[in-house]
Structures are given as C-alpha cells and as structure tokens.
C-alpha cells in the first residue's frame, strides 16, 4: 500500500510540476523545439532545474544499498548503443517534434478537457501495442 501511496504522490507532483512549466501545451513545447523560427527558450529551465535535482539526488541515492519502499533497485544494465535504441529514440523525437507531447505531458494533459491529448494518447497505446506485436513477431 506504502508503495502505492508514494507512486500517486510523486505522479501528482510530477503532472504539477509539468503543468506547471507549460510541457503540456503542445505550442510551448514546438516553439522551444524551433530554434530556426519563434523559438522559445523558457523550457530550458525546466530542464536546467531537472538536471541539476537530479545528478546529485541520484548520486545520493544510489548510495543507499536498496530503495525505501523496494527490494532492489531497477537500473539498466545494458550500457551500448544499439540499432533497436536509436531507431526507438528517432521515432519518439520525431514524434515528439510532430505532437509537441511526450507521454508525460501527454498524459498529464489529458485533464484538461481537450482532444489532441486524447489522440495522443491513443497513438501511443497504439504505438506500444504495435512494438510489442513486432518485437515478439520479427526482433526475438
């Protein structure tokens, strides 16, 4: 339940903190990604202020021998480049340069009573389900 609990907190004040900052409206987003045009450079201390919470609170916390709440800690363990992460990166910065949402702010922004959170959402349920069908199918 404890689990539980500190997940809801910390969405809740993860969807704050982004509404917050305007990453869920698309525009803003597509204005700090357009360097060439009306470029908007206020995202980039939303992610100076991301960065610099959390290098060192990493640094701490990895310090400890397991989380509060879990058993172990789930880190990557694979530390390569591969083909299969960089066509995954590509399709979510373009994505997320056609949208002007990643899934944070997407979902986040589903509360706000419009529809293209919602289509987006919806493409990326789609999107997921598709990659699971062709990984089990053509990547195993």
């Not at 990895?62 to 509060?68: C, E, M, N, Q, Y």
């Not at 919806?122 to 195993?140: D, E, K, M």
């Amino acid at each position: 339940m404890i689990k539980n609990t500190i997940a809801l907190i910390s969405g809740l004040l993860f969807g704050f903190g982004l509404a917050l900052s305007h990453m869920v409206d698309p525009n803003k987003v597509l204005n700090f990604l357009d360097i060439a045009g009306n470029w908007d450079p206020s995202l980039a201390f939303v992610l100076g202020g991301a960065v610099a919470i959390t290098l060192p609170m990493f640094r701490l916390i990895l310090r400890s021998p397991k989380p509060l709440v879990h058993t172990r800690f789930h880190l990557p363990v694979q530390t390569r480049l591969d083909r299969r992460l960089i066509i995954g990166a590509a399709i979510f910065g373009i994505g997320w340069g056609l949208a002007g949402y990643c899934p944070g702010p997407g979902i986040s922004a589903l509360v706000l009573g419009i529809w293209q959170p919602v289509i987006f959402v919806l493409a990326l349920i789609v999107g997921s389900l598709a990659y699971r069908w062709l990984s089990i199918r053509y990547l195993s």
